[in-house]
């Protein structure tokens, strides 16, 4: 079974412009979180989708902006880019609601590297 | 506000030795997990501590949750170098908040 797949795994961006991260998940996943990872302030929540829909959301401002697709597909996108947006951003799926498999374990791809100059 | 304190947020120690790394947590959550991170690698669960009392075991690892307590233990036996990594704790459903994560290295 393929695992959660992220594209790209390293990109380079300058100030202001805008950048798309791509997460396929684990086939029969339908839940997709994404999550941002600093070295000054760990790792932070950034939303959660499933099946289509934002289930939850932290506390980022409105540039960062998300979605799923009906294959449970998802992406992020971060527009206006600033110096400290430059991090790990993680993608992790989840097994399906109900059942004996959903227990909320999360797994994870191994993250797009945005550096940000 | 639900805050997640893990202790100690670095650890160094030899190999062969016993340590614990805990998790407390500020509101009520019946799970918890633990995940590992190598440096410059994504995370990998651990452990998935769904109830009160619940332990796992997995090799020199044990995990242990006292929902009472707000509590979770990440204890390790006879420690090895192949366990060092970071290692992050993470109540709730949907992993809202998570710990800062205990650097571990561990010294041959």
């Known amino acids: 079974k393929a695992g959660v797949t992220q594209t790209p795994r390293y990109l380079i961006k300058t100030r202001g412009q805008q950048v798309t991260l791509s997460c396929s998940p684990i086939?029969?996943?339908?839940?997709v979180s994404w999550y941002q990872q600093t070295p000054g302030q760990g790792l932070q929540f950034l939303f959660e989708y499933f099946s289509e829909t934002q289930r939850n959301k932290g506390n980022f401002p409105g540039r960062f902006s998300g979605r799923q697709f009906s294959n449970s597909r998802s992406e992020m996108n971060v527009s206006t880019l600033e110096l400290g947006d430059s991090a790990l951003y993680l993608c992790?799926?989840?097994?399906?609601?109900?059942?004996?498999?959903?227990?909320?374990?999360?797994?994870f791809g191994e993250g797009s590297r945005l550096t940000v100059l | 506000e639900l805050k997640v304190e893990q202790n100690p947020l670095f650890l160094s120690m030899q190999e062969g030795k016993n340590y614990t790394i805990y998790c407390n947590y500020s509101?009520?959550?019946?799970?918890l997990y633990w995940y590992r991170q190598d440096p410059g690698k994504s995370l990998e669960s651990l452990f998935v501590?769904?109830?009160n009392g619940a332990v796992k075991q997995e090799g020199r690892l044990m995990a242990s949750l006292d929902t009472k307590a707000r509590l979770s233990t990440l204890h390790i036996t006879a420690a090895v170098h192949d366990l060092s990594a970071t290692y992050f704790c993470a109540p709730e459903n949907y992993q809202l908040i998570w710990g800062a994560g205990t650097k571990l290295i561990i010294k041959p």
């Open positions: 992790a799926s989840s097994s399906p609601e109900g059942g004996t498999s959903n227990t909320g374990e999360l797994f």
């Open positions: 501590l769904l109830s």
């Open positions: 509101t009520t959550s019946d799970r």
């Open positions: 086939s029969g996943h339908r839940s």
